[in-house]
Each structure stands twice: as C-alpha cells, then as structure tokens.
T-cell receptor, first 113, second 113 residues
Framework: DAGVIQSPRHEVTEMGQEVTLRCKPISGHDYLFWYRQTMMRGLELLIYFNNNVPIDDSGMPEDRFSAKMPNASFSTLKIQPSEPRDSAVYFC???????????FGQGTRLTVV | GENVEQHPSTLSVQEGDSAVIKCTYSDSASNYFPWYKQELGKRPQLIIDIRSNVGEKKDQRIAVTLNKTAKHFSLHITETQPEDSAVYFCAAPHTGTASKLTFGTGTRLQVTL
C-alpha cells in the first residue's frame, strides 16, 4: 500500500479564492481525519469520518471550511473563501479505529497571500 | 474532551545522553497513549504507543512509561543520536472516542554532537 496520499503537496492561492485539498486513505481503514498544523496552535483535529460519515466537525474553524467523503477511498477539504490566516500544513490521516495507529499523509502546505 | 499538556517545548541533549519528554492528560478514562515523531518537513509517524493495562513499554532505545494514578506518561530515549532530532508529539484519546486523538503541543528535540 502506498500509504495515505494527499494532493497537492503545495498550494499557493490568493485571498478569496477557493481551495480544495484531496486525500486518499489507506485501503481498509474506516476512519479518516483532517488535521491542521501551525506553529501557534500545533496539530488540531478539524473533522473526522467513520465509514464515510462525518462524526465530529467541532474542530472546523468556521463555515468557510467544509469536508466531504463521497466514498471510502476519497475525501476533500474545501476552504471558500480562503484567508491568509488559513495558511498552514493540512494533514489527512487514516486508521482502523479504536486503539490503533493513525497513518498520516505527506500533508499539503497551503499559503494564502 | 481531553486536555493534553506536554513538556518541555524544546530539549537539547548531547549525543549519547538520554532525553525525557513528559505529558499529562485530563480524562481518567483514557486508555491509549501514542507518541509520534515528526522530522522537519515530514509527516508525523508513530514511534511507540502504550495501552492502559501496562505501565511500561520498550522498543530498543525508546520506552514509554504510564502512571494512570497521576495521569501522566513519558517518552524516554536513551543513547540519543543525531537522527533522533525531531519534534515529538504525545496524544491521548477523547472521552468515549478512542479514535479521536488530542495531541500535545510538541517537543523539539535537538541532539548535538
């Protein structure tokens, strides 16, 4: 298995533009997580899915953020409109759930100018 | 929810010395405590984890100890090497949701020659 795959690796966009981040979890993993990492706030859980269903989105900062998981092998995190304070590294992770390891993707470094 | 505190935020040791990173958690029901290592520009990766039914676990030069009464757990790295230089994160699950992890703020470990 190639692990959790995220795209793009880097994204530079102008304030106000829509940004879509993509994630392919490890096959067979029932849980998918979206994290945001910044120097100031560390690793924050934004939202997670179980069997493609959003379970907890309490970490999503505001309505500009949305996430979907249309099937077991694909998820998106969308920011519309983007703002400079959204600049961060966004990680997707997947796991089998319970007391098991969460595998992280390579991350997407987002810069909003 | 779970509250995880991690100390120190930075740690510098000489090659060959030991390093200890400590975390405390708030939810006495938490039962799974992973440690992740994140090298510069890379993804977080699990290095060791411990479940609440044991007090210590060791894997070569790294070990984790757990004190459930005091609600704290620690990462111990012996005979440190330059490649141990990275940011280390502890984590603990949210109440009732083992799959949802709260991460500590991270410890930047620098191993000097």
């Amino acid at each position: 298995d190639a692990g959790v795959i995220q795209s793009p690796r880097h994204e530079v966009t102008e304030m106000g533009q829509e940004v879509t981040l993509r994630c392919k979890p490890i096959s067979g993993h029932d849980y998918l997580f979206w994290y945001r990492q910044t120097m100031m706030r560390g690793l924050e859980l934004l939202i997670y899915f179980n069997n493609n269903v959003p379970i907890d989105d309490s970490g999503m900062p505001e309505d500009r953020f949305s996430a979907k998981m249309p099937n077991a092998s694909f998820s998106t995190l969308k920011i519309q409109p983007s703002e400079p304070r959204d600049s961060a590294v966004y990680f997707c992770a997947s796991s089998r759930g319970g007391l098991t390891e969460a595998f992280f993707g390579q991350g997407t470094r987002l810069t909003v100018v | 929810g779970e509250n995880v505190e991690q100390h120190p935020s930075t740690l510098s040791v000489q090659e060959g010395d030991s390093a200890v990173i400590k975390c405390t958690y708030s939810d006495s029901a938490s039962n799974y405590f992973p440690w992740y290592k994140q090298e510069l520009g890379k993804r977080p990766q699990l290095i060791i984890d411990i479940r609440s039914n044991v007090g210590e676990k060791k894997d070569q030069r790294i070990a984790v100890t757990l004190n459930k009464t005091a609600k704290h757990f620690s990462l111990h790295i012996t005979e440190t090497q330059p490649e141990d230089s990275a940011v280390y994160f502890c984590a603990a699950p949210h109440t009732g949701t083992a799959s949802k992890l709260t991460f500590g703020t991270g410890t930047r470990l620098q191993v000097t020659l």
